[in-house]
């Protein structure tokens, strides 16, 4: 598969896992009037879930004949991915707001391309290699 294509194909996932994230965290807070620390954990599981099966199957899909991780590895390499995206982000995040005074808001929307970016890389060369 051309990189484009899979870049392509990561961009789609990534957009539909931040409608989910935005739709499960409306429906805990405001249906089911959850706490919002909890509709976040809960909506962010819920998104990684689906990012999962859809960078398995759909983004990084494996040869048939090739001889791959075992899926728990996968999963665990796919957390850890995760953990380094959102340091990554974080990170940047913090720096953008605390050191460089940017708007809060601009600063979460730039901290999606630098999490986009290393959870990209991360899986395609840890996760799904």
Not at 3 to 12: A, C, D, K, L, P
Not at 27 to 43: F, K, P, T
Not at 56 to 69: M, S
Request: proline share 1%.
């Amino acid at each position: 598969m051309k990189e484009s294509v899979r870049i392509f194909r990561f961009t789609v996932v990534g957009t539909l896992n931040a409608l989910i994230t935005a739709l499960v965290v409306w429906l805990m807070m405001h249906i089911h009037e959850q706490d919002y620390l909890l509709a976040n954990v809960v909506a962010y599981i819920v998104a990684q879930i689906h990012n999962f099966i859809w960078s398995k199957y759909w983004i990084f899909p494996l040869d048939t004949d090739a001889k791959k991780n075992s899926i728990w590895h996968q999963i665990l390499f796919f957390v850890c991915a995760f953990a380094m995206a959102y340091t990554a982000q974080f990170l940047f995040l913090l720096l953008l707001v605390e050191v460089f005074h940017c708007n809060e808001y601009l600063a979460q929307f730039l901290g999606l391309f630098v999490y986009g970016a290393v959870n990209f890389i991360a899986n395609r060369r840890i996760t799904f290699r």
